[in-house]
């Protein structure tokens, strides 16, 4: 293990069993920071960890739905209980169920909501106590640049994006200096999102869209470069697409 930061920091990511959230909590025990790795899928989650381990870095899993508000608070005050703090939160557990609107496949705009919107909230509302008691910490959200943009199929979780984007902006504006806020905005990345497509029109299109990919490590560096800031510096947000994503 390559350890290139001077200040550890016990940082819990959610959604870490896969795609961004397995890539940045890689690259962040490899930097010498304590990971808490949340998901549902816990036999993922500790393949992950294992590896981590392996390699030098210290990482501890919890089995978390982030749609459940108790659950969150309470994989929180562990975190806080085994390690004595949280300094970061990295809400990226997230869902693309893409359609059209006229599909009508309303109980997947819920499944967005609750995971992209009120899992967001959730993260948010177990964290934000302790960096009050702290006098700091950060919040991290995963957005993606269809909080920017809306194209076809996109309408609902564009909107749930454009929502964890306006939160996590209104936290930043509502907290004291030291509770820092950053926004990372990814464009088509390598990641499972798109396998859970159910409609074969936005599936079709999806195809086309996703031409381009980046590693999802080109996301974790980015959330690495925003954690690596002095304590002064608060980047709000980092937009990071392929280079043919146009």
Do not use: C
Request: hydrophobic share 45%; net charge negative; glycine share 8%.
């Amino acid at each position: 293990m390559t350890t290139t930061t001077s200040n550890p920091k016990v940082v819990l990511v959610t959604g870490a069993s896969s795609g961004i959230g397995e890539a940045t909590a890689v690259r962040l025990a490899a930097e010498g920071h304590d990971v808490v790795l949340a998901a549902r899928r816990t036999d993922r989650l500790d393949a992950v960890a294992e590896k981590i381990r392996s390699d030098g870095g210290r990482a501890a899993t919890l089995s978390l739905d982030v749609t459940d508000a108790d659950a969150v608070r309470t994989a929180v005050d562990t975190v806080v209980q085994e390690h004595g703090r949280i300094d970061v939160i990295v809400n990226n557990a997230g869902v693309m169920p893409l359609s059209r609107l006229d599909a009508l496949l309303v109980h997947e705009w819920d499944q967005m909501i609750d995971v992209n919107v009120r899992g967001l909230l959730h993260g948010i509302a177990a964290v934000l106590p302790h960096f009050r008691r702290q006098g700091g910490g950060h919040v991290v959200t995963v957005a993606s640049v269809g909080a920017h943009e809306v194209y076809p199929t996109s309408a609902v979780y564009s909107a749930t994006k454009f929502a964890a984007w306006a939160i996590t902006e209104g936290l930043r504006l509502e907290s004291d200096p030291g509770i820092r806020a950053t926004t990372i905005t990814p464009g088509t990345v390598e990641s499972e999102l798109a396998d859970h497509v159910t409609d074969p029109g936005a599936a079709e299109y999806m195809r086309t869209f996703r031409r381009n990919l980046i590693p999802a490590d080109a996301i974790a560096r980015a959330i690495s470069f925003a954690l690596a800031q002095p304590a002064d510096v608060d980047v709000n947000e980092i937009i990071v697409r392929p280079a043919a994503q146009r």
